[in-house]
């Protein structure tokens, strides 16, 4: 397993054996995706990674106003294998007037809910991981490489996560990698069965409306 924790995730995604979850890059003009929080999620076609349209959340525009959006789908059979995950983002307001955008998944089997999930800490101007005890560690290998800035700019999130083991392999933004296979993953039980995609933002105290678009989303298990 350690073995395969060095490929990329579009050679994961090219890889016959995987069994996705979610593959959408919001070509299609129906939405499958579900709003939950203060605020609006709605497919857009003046913004795009690739293709013709994104999906746009806006915040309400009250401080700490958060806007979710969420997409459910069938659950593949993990087999005890690779959890995998990407999406492209861009937003046209600073970046650091934000609280927070996470990027979560989650996968419940019928017996445990695993939880990978990344976030940009607009704050801190930091990336974390969501790990087991429901607290966040800073991914600090990215603090002295990366720092997200600037507007109308895209960027890449992709995550690799070891189910058997309930840990995270790896992340890497724009192109920067950091392994970090010792920092477990959220777990919690849950009899539920689904695999779950979602993004979140969540507007600066400062308050206003904030958006951002999203492009590109693919889970799967390997």
Same mark, same amino acid.
């Given at each position: 397993?350690?073995?395969?924790?060095?490929?990329?995730?579009?050679?994961?995604?090219?890889?016959?054996?995987?069994?996705?979850?979610?593959?959408?890059?919001?070509?299609?003009?129906?939405?499958?995706?579900?709003?939950?929080?203060?605020?609006?999620?709605?497919?857009?076609?003046?913004?795009?990674?690739?293709?013709?349209?994104?999906?746009?959340?806006?915040?309400?525009?009250?401080?700490?106003?958060?806007?979710?959006?969420?997409?459910?789908?069938?659950?593949?059979?993990?087999?005890?294998?690779?959890?995998?995950?990407?999406?492209?983002?861009? @937003?046209?307001? /600073?970046?650091?007037? *934000?609280?927070?955008?996470? +990027?979560? $998944?989650?996968?419940?089997? #019928?017996?445990?809910?695993?939880?990978?999930?990344?976030?940009?800490?607009?704050?801190?101007?930091?990336?974390?991981?969501?790990?087991?005890?429901?607290?966040?560690?800073?991914?600090?290998?990215?603090?002295?490489?990366?720092?997200?800035?600037?507007?109308?700019?895209?960027?890449?999130?992709?995550?690799?996560?070891?189910?058997?083991?309930?840990?995270?392999?790896?992340?890497?933004?724009?192109?920067?990698?950091?392994?970090?296979?010792?920092?477990?993953?959220? @777990?919690?039980? /849950?009899?539920?069965? *689904?695999?779950?995609?979602? +993004?979140? $933002?969540?507007?600066?105290? #400062?308050?206003?409306?904030?958006?951002?678009?999203?492009?590109?989303?693919?889970?799967?298990?390997?």
């Amino acid at each position: 397993m350690a073995r395969e924790y060095q490929r990329d995730v579009q050679t994961y995604i090219n890889d016959e054996r995987i069994r996705p979850a979610l593959d959408d890059g919001f070509e299609p003009s129906n939405m499958d995706w579900a709003s939950s929080g203060t605020g609006s999620i709605a497919r857009d076609t003046t913004k795009s990674k690739d293709g013709e349209a994104s999906l746009k959340l806006t915040t309400g525009a009250g401080a700490s106003d958060s806007i979710s959006a969420i997409r459910y789908t069938g659950i593949p059979q993990s087999g005890g294998g690779l959890f995998v995950a990407k999406c492209d983002f861009m @937003t046209n307001d /600073d970046p650091t007037t *934000f609280t927070a955008f996470d +990027f979560e $998944l989650n996968y419940k089997d #019928g017996t445990t809910r695993q939880n990978p999930l990344i976030r940009w800490d607009a704050s801190l101007e930091l990336w974390k991981v969501f790990q087991t005890g429901g607290t966040y560690q800073s991914v600090s290998e990215l603090d002295s490489w990366y720092y997200l800035s600037g507007s109308d700019v895209w960027h890449s999130i992709e995550i690799v996560a070891d189910l058997a083991q309930s840990k995270y392999a790896y992340v890497r933004i724009d192109g920067v990698k950091v392994n970090i296979p010792t920092v477990s993953l959220f @777990t919690s039980s /849950d009899t539920q069965v *689904f695999c779950q995609g979602a +993004f979140t $933002l969540i507007t600066g105290s #400062g308050g206003g409306a904030k958006s951002v678009y999203v492009d590109n989303c693919f889970i799967g298990v390997l």
